[in-house]
């Protein structure tokens, strides 16, 4: 049974309510576009997180970014409940917010600088008899087409945004991305060690082309060991790093 909690060197992700747990390639994806965010000094005002399950992505985000205000959505009850109460243990509980709602109905009196997103996985295949695990592992409750309609609406004219997906299914929102005006920026490709392929890969878009970016990044070494690049990026995050 997975653990009812994740413990964060400054915060604390409880997880009891939610289908989807706090994961290795969730926590990449929040790190790293904190840390891309922070590093390159993009002026992010403003976040919106769309389905924000524990409310992972946002605490990691709110920890590296202080200037920022981010609003989280989250289609499902428990869920919602959970980051809700995530939010508010956090030392960060003054810039996070959270509305119960599907995002495609969401309304918003702002646009967002940043969106960010760990959609669906999965289509229709290997379906879960529970309705809840179903939202939050396939694509049932967010496609990918209603997503990038969701962005448009959001987003500001000069703003970004991320999102993590399977490796396969990469090529098909690129060419979607860009069919709606949207340019791949940076590319981070994942693999857990350097025998296996590659199995997650972080999408950075922009509103204007630029040479593409291109990175990998292998969680651990063949020995088992987390490797460098692994533990630079989540060293400020992770207790035992």
């Known amino acids: 049974m997975p653990n ?20 290795t390639d969730a926590c990449i994806f929040g790190a790293w576009v904190a840390e891309k965010i922070s590093a390159c000094l993009l002026p992010v005002g403003s976040c919106l997180d769309i389905g924000t399950g524990t409310g992972l992505l946002s605490l990691l985000f709110a920890q590296k970014n202080s200037n920022t205000i981010i609003d989280a959505v989250e289609i499902e009850k428990n869920a919602y409940k959970q980051a809700k109460e995530n939010f508010f243990n956090s030392k960060w509980n003054n810039r996070l917010q959270i ?82 005006n949207f340019f791949l920026r940076e590319k981070l490709l994942i693999r857990q060690t350097p025998s296996h392929n590659f ?16 990175n990998e990044l292998i969680i651990k070494n063949d020995d088992g060991n987390y490797t460098e690049a692994f533990t630079d990026l989540l060293k400020e995050y992770y207790l035992k790093l």
Not at 4 to 23: A, G, L, N, P, R
């Open 99 to 180: 509305f119960h709602t599907d995002v495609k109905n969401f309304v918003s009196e702002k646009k967002y600088d940043l969106v960010i997103c760990n959609p669906p996985f999965y289509e229709k295949e290997l379906l879960s008899n529970e309705k809840n695990k179903n939202i939050a592992k396939h694509d049932e409750g967010l496609m990918l087409k209603d997503l990038i309609a969701v962005v448009k609406k959001h987003l500001t004219k000069t703003g970004y945004f991320a999102l993590l997906l399977p490796y396969h299914r990469i090529k098909y929102f690129e060419e979607l991305a860009e069919e709606n």
């Open 4 to 23: 009812t909690y994740f413990c964060f060197k400054e915060f604390t992700v409880h997880q009891d309510k939610c289908s989807m747990k706090v994961c």
């Open 199 to 214: 199995f997650r890969g972080i999408l950075f878009f922009g509103n204007n082309k630029e040479t593409i970016k291109i």
